[in-house]
Each structure stands twice: as C-alpha cells, then as structure tokens.
C-alpha cells in the first residue's frame, strides 16, 4: 500500500519516497567479471527494474555471447570475459620442472592463447605423462620430469590384472621412484592367491602387478 500523510496533534508527518533503484553496479563485481561499463551509460551506477545493461569486456580479455544483461528483481547476472592474454615461458619453471623446449635451440618463449606447448625432459630425466600442454587464460600448467623413471598406471595396466587404485590414489597417472601405492581387485574380482601383495612400491619404472580373478560367488549372487 502506499504511505499516507499522518495527522498527530495538529502537525502533518510527511511519507519520504525515494527513486527506486534496485540493480547497483559495483567496481567489485566489474573486477571480478574482467568487465566496464559501456561508454553508452556514461557513469551511471544504478538501474531500474528490465533496464538493458551493456558491458564491454577489459582490454586482453574476449567473450564468445552476448554482454548485454537486465536488471531482474533479484539483480544482476553480471556476464564475464575470459583470459586471452598469451602464456610466457620461463626458465625458471622449466628449471623447476626438468624441462625443455621441445623446438630448442632457438625456441619462442611467448605462446598464444589455446597454442599447445611442446616440452622435451632434460638430459638424464624421465617423462610422467604428456609433455604437451595447452596455453589456457594466460596460465600454462607444466608436465614434470623425474630423475628416476616413474611408474606410469593406464587402464591398460588396470584391465590386464582386473585391479584399481585404491580411493586415496584414485587419480595417481603415474608413481614416482619409491613411491608406494596400494591396489585393489574391481568389482566382481578377487585376489588370486599366488597374486602380489596388493601394496607394491615402484623401483625406477618398474612395478609388480598384483593379480584378480573372477569371483564366482559375487557373480552368483
């Protein structure tokens, strides 16, 4: 309802009324999106209610929809632009990865957005996993070269032997050189009995597998 002139004691209190002004368009949320207003709304701040807002995205950053949004009653769905600034390779990462140019000896050190990235181990060290990486938002994650030979897991590993990690190293790609890890049968298996132990330690690239087998009494239940 709307307010009403109120009458105490021969004086008259007046309601206050303000402009209604729910979507406020803050320097954080600018921040956080990588987005400014654009020059069209000059320095306005606030919205009303299904007032188009459009944003342009801040130098080095792109984004692939539309940035233009609405002022809902609930807000702003504030849009945001991604990263394109290239990716710099240092030596100093590599150094700390054990890692090289694969294009050396007159390599580029500056890789575009999405451009993929090829490393070679230095001399002496092995390889745990892709040496391949793709430069994404600015940032560059760098393989890992190891002095001693890892011992890699595949599920080509797992299938021979019927066995899976267990859930603390669920996400293990590879094991580094002493590394124990344990292992155990995939649903439906179980432990041969002349198997390996099912927690095994990995020696310069090599590991035992433990071993299972079908188990008939799960399958007949």
Not at 20 to 49: A, M, W
Not at 115 to 133: D, I, M, N, P, R
Not at 168 to 190: D, I, Q, S
Request: net charge neutral; with cysteine; glycine share 4%.
């Amino acid at each position: 309802h709307d307010a009403l002139p109120i009458c105490n004691s021969g004086e008259i209190t007046y309601p206050s009324c303000e402009i209604s002004r729910p979507c406020q368009v803050t320097p954080e949320k600018l921040t956080e999106h990588n987005i400014k207003l654009h020059t069209k709304h000059g320095d306005k701040k606030y919205f009303e209610l299904d007032a188009s807002i459009e944003f342009t995205c801040k130098p080095g950053f792109k984004k692939p929809e539309s940035l233009i949004t609405k002022c809902k009653q609930d807000g702003i769905i504030y849009p945001t632009c991604i990263n394109i600034s290239p990716c710099r390779i240092t030596q100093e990462a590599m150094d700390t990865h054990n890692l090289e140019l694969e294009d050396e000896p007159d390599p580029k050190t500056m890789y575009q957005n999405n451009e993929t990235v090829k490393f070679k181990c230095k001399q002496k060290y092995f390889e745990a996993g892709s040496l391949e990486e793709k430069c994404l938002n600015g940032k560059i994650m760098y393989p890992k070269c190891m002095r001693e030979k890892p011992c890699l897991v595949t599920e080509k590993f797992f299938a021979e032997f019927n066995i899976e990690l267990s859930p603390e190293y669920k996400n293990k790609t590879y094991l580094e050189h002493h590394e124990t890890v344990t292992f155990k049968c995939r649903e439906g298996y179980k432990e041969h009995m002349r198997s390996a132990n099912m927690s095994q330690v990995c020696e310069k690239g090599v590991i035992s597998q433990p071993q299972c087998i079908p188990d008939s009494t799960a399958i007949s239940k």
